[in-house]
């Protein structure tokens, strides 16, 4: 199964790949590797704000590296053209807006990777970082940044 069918099949539909804020591009496809600026979660066309362990819970967190995750893949999609050419998702650095005392950041990375998993199956398996930080972009609640190797065009 395509990642295209994967993801009818678990009634997705790739965002609109987010247009940079500041001075970068969004993915670099360099050496067989494409490396994929930070994406925020977004729903409904909405940023997801807050800080995990203060106003915003686990759940919301998850949902929201999720939501980083789709965006991820839509940006693999504008910069491949063709998800098949996505041999591996090699890692993922998750950022996650936390309180001091919150340290749940690797379940709240789950919401990307088995996303990831979903999508790509083995192929979808993933080094991965997920770090604390007391602040974030916009106050996003989560932000990851991607390397996938990739097949020849």
Same mark, same amino acid.
């Given at each position: 199964?395509?990642?295209?069918?994967?993801?009818?099949?678990?009634?997705?539909?790739?965002?609109?790949?987010?247009?940079?804020?500041?001075?970068?591009?969004?993915?670099?496809?360099?050496?067989?590797?494409?490396?994929?600026?930070?994406?925020?979660?977004?729903?409904?066309?909405?940023?997801?704000?807050?800080? @995990?362990?203060? /106003?915003?819970?686990? !759940?919301? %967190?998850?949902? #929201?590296?999720? &939501?980083? =995750?789709?965006?991820?893949?839509?940006?693999?999609?504008?910069?491949?053209?063709?998800?098949?050419?996505?041999?591996?998702?090699?890692?993922?650095?998750?950022?996650?807006?936390?309180?001091?005392?919150?340290?749940?950041?690797?379940?709240?990375?789950?919401?990307?990777?088995? @996303?990831?998993? /979903?999508?790509?199956? !083995?192929? %979808?398996?993933? #080094?991965?970082? &997920?770090? =604390?930080?007391?602040?974030?972009?916009?106050?996003?609640?989560?932000?990851?940044?991607?390397?996938?190797?990739?097949?020849?065009?």
């Amino acid at each position: 199964m395509t990642a295209e069918e994967r993801l009818a099949e678990l009634g997705l539909k790739l965002p609109k790949p987010a247009a940079p804020v500041a001075a970068y591009v969004p993915a670099v496809e360099a050496a067989g590797l494409l490396h994929i600026s930070g994406q925020l979660p977004f729903r409904d066309g909405n940023l997801m704000t807050g800080r @995990l362990g203060e /106003d915003v819970d686990i !759940d919301f %967190g998850r949902d #929201a590296a999720r &939501a980083c =995750g789709l965006m991820l893949v839509a940006q693999m999609k504008a910069a491949l053209g063709d998800l098949d050419r996505v041999a591996r998702v090699v890692k993922l650095g998750v950022f996650v807006n936390s309180a001091g005392r919150f340290t749940d950041q690797p379940k709240v990375a789950d919401g990307a990777s088995a @996303l990831m998993a /979903d999508i790509f199956g !083995d192929a %979808g398996k993933h #080094a991965r970082s &997920a770090v =604390g930080v007391p602040v974030l972009p916009l106050n996003a609640a989560v932000e990851i940044d991607a390397v996938v190797a990739v097949r020849p065009a």
